[in-house]
Each structure stands twice: as structure tokens, then as C-alpha cells.
């Protein structure tokens, strides 16, 4: 089975800076790498599919990277929406797997 | 436009079953299948598995086969995921979410299964 970790698993940030997370995939996957945003009590929210492809809505500071086993989720300049947690998603026709998540917090 | 209503809280005793059911909305339902993944508290997403809209084909997580049976009725477009014999360790949020394989935009809004003496 293919394992997805992520890190780091806190990350703290200040309104402005430039946050990445990565995600690594025990083996290639290809671009087959999704990222989700959520809230605490909230459903996820789908940011970038394709690892690189922006979701319809989603603001222009999300921006995602990465092929193979390596993937990057950056955000440009943090805003007071974004502290969250986030978590990549592998998927392929049979299944999906998620990382631990990343935790975004205030400084 | 689309939407994925979830049926509510449940809870349960150790040993018993849930049936979860997510009534789809917005889009013809046999052309997306339903996925479900589940949240203990504090921890991540869990997948659990999918049903396929069109023809009721599954797949399931290896840790849940035997448990876990996802349904879907077409003339209802509602989703169903029942989970047996339940223990503490499946206590969690349960959310379905459109389609099966790709990334999905569209989730129900969670569904609370307590387990409990």
C-alpha cells in the first residue's frame, strides 16, 4: 500500500508569510496528488487537484507543486482564513489515502 | 447545485450496527459514485471505501472488509454506508463525498456516530 507523509505536522505563521507543506508518497504516484483545507467541525475543502491544478474558487495564493514521490502545497501570503489543517490525498481508481495533516496555526 | 445531506447523529452501544445514509442532490446520481471516509476525534481522514453510482460495484478498505457494506439507491439518490459491530474505535465523523477515484469538491457535512456503553 502506498503511504503518504506529510510534514511538518504543526507549522506556525504569521498573516503575510509564505508557508510550504510537503508530501511525500512511499513510492510514484505519478501527479495523482490532491490537497484539502479544513476547519475544525467543517467538511474538507478541496484546494488543488492534479498536484498542481487550482480548484474552481479557490484563491490564487494556494499553489501546489510536485511529481513522483515529492509534492509542495504553498501559501503565498498567509491570511487570517487559511489557519487550518491540511492534508494531501493520494487517489487512483481503487482507493485514497491521506497524510496526517498539517496543522496551520497563528504565531 | 450539487449537495450531499448526511442523516443525523447516531449512538450506539458497543456491538450494534449504523446505517448512515447521504441524499445527493443537484446532479443525476448514477453518474457519481459515493465515497465515504471517516474521522476519529482529533485525528485524521480515514478512507473507508466507495460505491459506484452506476452499477453498485464497492471497494473497501482492507481494515473494514467484513464490517462495512455500501449501498446506493438510485431512485433515491441516496447513499447509504452501515458499519457492524461496532467498538470504541470507530466512534468518529462520517462523511460521503462525490465520486469514486478522483479528488472530490462535494461532501456531505458529517455525520456523528457515538459508541458507548
Not at chain 2, 20 to 27: F, I, N
Not at chain 2, 33 to 43: D, E, H, K, N, Y
Request: contains cysteine; charged residues 15%; proline residues 4%.
Amino acid at each position: 500500500d502506498i503511504q503518504m507523509t506529510q510534514s511538518p505536522a504543526t507549522l506556525s505563521g504569521s498573516v503575510g508569510d509564505r508557508v510550504t507543506i510537503t508530501c511525500r508518497a512511499s513510492q510514484s504516484i505519478s501527479r495523482g496528488l490532491a490537497w484539502y483545507q479544513q476547519k475544525p467541525g467543517r467538511a474538507p475543502k478541496l484546494l488543488i487537484f492534479e498536484a498542481s491544478n487550482l480548484e474552481s474558487g479557490v484563491p490564487s495564493r494556494f499553489s501546489g507543486s510536485g511529481s513522483g514521490t515529492e509534492f509542495t502545497l504553498t501559501i503565498s501570503s498567509l491570511q487570517p482564513d487559511d489557519f487550518a489543517t491540511y492534508y494531501c490525498q493520494h487517489y487512483d481508481s481503487f482507493s485514497w489515502t491521506f497524510g496526517q495533516g498539517t496543522k496551520v496555526e497563528i504565531k | 447545485q450539487v449537495q450531499l445531506v448526511q442523516s443525523g447523529a447516531e449512538v450506539k452501544k458497543p456491538g450494534a450496527s449504523v446505517r448512515v445514509s447521504c441524499k445527493t442532490s443537484g446532479y443525476t446520481g448514477t453518474t457519481y459514485g459515493i465515497t465515504w471516509v471517516r474521522q476519529a476525534p482529533g485525528q485524521g481522514l480515514e478512507w473507508m471505501g466507495w460505491v459506484s453510482g452506476n452499477n453498485g460495484k464497492t471497494r473497501y478498505a482492507d481494515n473494514l472488509k467484513g464490517r462495512v457494506t455500501m449501498t446506493m439507491d438510485p431512485s433515491t439518490s441516496t447513499a447509504y454506508m452501515e458499519l457492524r459491530s461496532l467498538t470504541s474505535d470507530d466512534a468518529a465523523v462520517y462523511f460521503c463525498a462525490r465520486g469514486q477515484g478522483i479528488p472530490s469538491a462535494f461532501w456531505g457535512q458529517g455525520t456523528l456516530v457515538t459508541v458507548s456503553s
